[in-house]
């Protein structure tokens, strides 16, 4: 997918957005601690500044930035991570990473032709041993604390 | 002398070997999975040395360490994904090497470049840790900044196509290394009232979310895998012997790379990911063809590989000497070597000095085991890249990430930030803000923080406090290296705009 976008106005926007987040913030702080982020704050902001006027008047030709692959497939991938890590805490580890790791693999396998149901029924103890190996030497081996929320 | 042999003797037994290889095998595991850092490989086997004699534990964990700084630059190169934030610049040239079928060439050079750094490390360990280590106590807050700002001059050659662009992106990370508690005044900073961002932004989660997120973005809304199916190991077009004419045939980056790595080593607090970064931005500004960097030049992943590999040994310097950890995982050498009664300073080379150059000879020999370990390693690795579906690599890398990171402080909330980082990386970088300089400006943002603050603080009476930052001949030669690194990076693009630079064309590469 192709956006005619001037990448010069959009990066100069991003940086003028970041420095008012930041900006705010910044009234309650003392010298020591405000000293060098303020430096910072003005700076990013002048090279924002400076990109919007680039793009604005010194911008030779119209600009365009593309997509490459299925935006739909993007945002929906972007979205199943988001999901993942949300219910990391309410189903555990384990469960979710299965679930997520089983049906991203069925979502993304589609863009070769249809998934079959011996694929997913072969997927099944693969995706289990890779998520129970894991799982195993995160927990017992590295003694990491994984969450286990209602499952494990 | 007669210490040197009675430690090498001491270390030529089949035991203290076999803890090399095990050692060297388990770090090369550890680090080449995005995430696991080399302090966590050295934190994760430390318990298993503690039944061990002083000798074979500070064995196993240096070699640990020299493998897990090596694995870092396999996923590196292979799924452009730096295992270890140290092999950060090994992605900048290594993945498209891979991407252009020339995998094998790229692992080979990166593996005989870190066999080299690793054996010049410990040769300056056992020759030079005396005098360096003094020259790195002149390094106070002044020179910290100074060191800080060189590194920042690798903005100009990291920002693809637009200077301002890669600059906007430093100073974003430098912003983000300021979330949290102030390192000179202690006040909580930017938290908008969150108290779990107290801590701050931990580089590792930054560094995954930026360089993974996107990748895996990318391969799955191209439905197609990092590296082409098609694309062979790449051993058919080039031997180890014709890999190594072309590492040892430019020995001038190869010396350089080295050098560059063992000064930054001695410096406290610098690290592997400033030395690598530094490095590579040299390589490419001495480069006769500067442009085909970040296109696929194996001087590159020479120049990141031989300086990362030399900060391992090197890095002990301060260590050994003063007790100051020169990088992490020398804090944990550091606790090894208290847990085992002995303190760092002249004793360690006199009364306890077989076991001392014992270890510092077993990096050596960890370095020389890189070779088969790495080469038989890569071809198993890039078998398994390659034949995994595209639709099982993404999701499995993604798990792979979300433990990684939450390991690293049990936070969830550090997965939340990496997954927002990523997401936010693949938009900037299609607007043309890379990841590169961004991470640039997280790591060195700190240092400079707390360089400059400290010098200001010690200035306080003085009528210019900012001359303060310029008060001694080592702070001097430093802002002037700044300055000419400043000169030599903005001087091509001048050339280049006012059509004085005939070879000159658009940049038009992609992620650096």
């Not at chain 2, 000798?55 to 799924?79: C, K, R």
């Not at chain 2, 001695?266 to 063809?289: H, Q, W």
């Amino acid at each position: 997918m192709i956006l005619k976008l001037n990448t010069d106005i959009a990066a100069g926007c991003f940086g003028l957005l970041f420095c008012a987040l930041l900006w705010f913030p910044q009234s309650d702080l003392g010298r020591l601690s405000i000293i060098f982020p303020r430096a910072i704050l003005v700076i990013t902001t002048l090279i924002a500044i400076a990109l919007l006027i680039k793009g604005l008047f010194f911008s030779p030709e119209e600009r365009q930035v593309e997509i490459t692959g299925s935006p739909r497939r993007l945002l929906v991938v972007m979205a199943g991570f988001f999901i993942w890590w949300l219910l990391i805490d309410i189903l555990g580890f384990a469960v979710t990473s299965f679930i997520a790791i089983y049906l991203l693999c069925w979502y993304l396998a589609r863009v070769q032709g249809p998934v079959s149901t011996g694929q997913l029924l072969r997927w099944l103890p693969i995706i289990s041993v890779i998520v129970g190996s894991f799982y195993l030497t995160f927990r017992h081996l590295l003694n990491v604390r994984l969450p286990a929320g209602l499952l494990f | 002398m007669e210490m040197l042999l009675q430690a090498l003797a001491s270390l030529m037994t089949f035991e203290s070997v076999i803890t090399v290889l095990v050692g060297v095998s388990a770090g090369l595991l550890i680090g080449s999975m995005p995430g696991l850092t080399a302090t966590m490989a050295l934190a994760v086997l430390l318990p298993f040395t503690f039944s061990m004699e002083a000798l074979q534990g500070l064995i196993a964990l240096g070699a640990v360490y020299m493998g897990s700084i090596y694995g870092g630059a396999f996923t590196a190169i292979l799924i452009n994904t730096p295992g270890t934030p140290s092999s950060i610049a090994t992605t900048f040239d290594g993945y498209p090497m891979a991407r252009q079928g020339k995998a094998f060439e790229a692992l080979t050079a990166a593996t005989l470049a870190s066999v080299v750094g690793g054996l010049v490390g410990v040769a300056f360990l056992l020759i030079l840790a005396p005098p360096l280590a003094r020259l790195a106590v002149a390094f106070g807050p002044a020179e910290m900044f100074w060191v800080a700002m060189l590194g920042l001059t690798l903005v100009a050659s990291l920002s693809s196509g637009s200077l301002l662009k890669g600059m906007l992106g430093g100073c974003i990370g430098m912003l983000l290394s300021t979330i949290g508690v102030s390192p000179v005044g202690g006040e909580t900073r930017f938290t908008f009232g969150f108290p779990p961002l107290q801590g701050g932004i931990e580089l590792i989660v930054a560094l995954i979310g930026l360089f993974v997120i996107p990748e895996l973005l990318t391969m799955a809304a191209e439905g197609k895998g990092a590296l082409p199916r098609e694309g062979d190991f790449g051993k058919r077009e080039a031997s180890i012997r014709q890999v190594a004419r072309t590492v040892f045939g430019k020995p001038v980056n190869l010396v350089r790379s080295c050098l560059i790595g063992q000064i930054i080593a001695i410096i406290p607090g610098a690290g592997g990911n400033v030395t690598s970064l530094v490095a590579y931005n040299e390589a490419r500004r001495f480069s006769k063809d500067p442009e085909s960097f970040g296109k696929g030049n194996v001087e590159g992943i020479v120049a990141s590989e031989s300086s990362n590999n030399v900060m391992v040994a090197g890095s002990m310097i301060p260590l050994l000497t003063l007790g100051i950890p020169g990088a992490p995982p020398d804090a944990i050498i550091l606790g090894v070597l208290l847990l085992h009664g002995l303190r760092p300073g002249l004793d360690l080379f006199t009364e306890t000095g077989v076991l001392t150059n014992g270890f510092i000879l077993s990096m050596g020999l960890a370095a020389l085991m890189l070779l088969p370990v790495g080469l038989l390693g890569a071809r198993l690795i890039h078998r398994i890249v390659i034949r995994t579906p595209y639709y099982f690599m993404v999701p499995c890398i993604a798990m792979v990430t979300i433990l990684g990171t939450f390991s690293l402080r049990n936070s969830l909330l550090d997965v939340a930030i990496m997954l927002t980082l990523g997401c936010a990386g693949y938009f900037l970088r299609l607007i043309g803000i890379y990841a590169a300089p961004i991470v640039l400006g997280l790591i060195l943002g700190g240092i400079a923080e707390q360089g400059y603050v400290q010098t200001m603080l010690a200035a306080v009476t003085d009528p210019f406090p900012w001359l303060r930052l310029l008060s001694n001949t080592l702070s001097k030669v430093l802002a002037a290296m700044v300055l000419l690194g400043v000169a030599t990076a903005l001087v091509p693009i001048w050339l280049q705009r006012s059509g004085r630079l005939d070879k000159a064309s658009p940049d038009k590469r992609g992620e650096p």
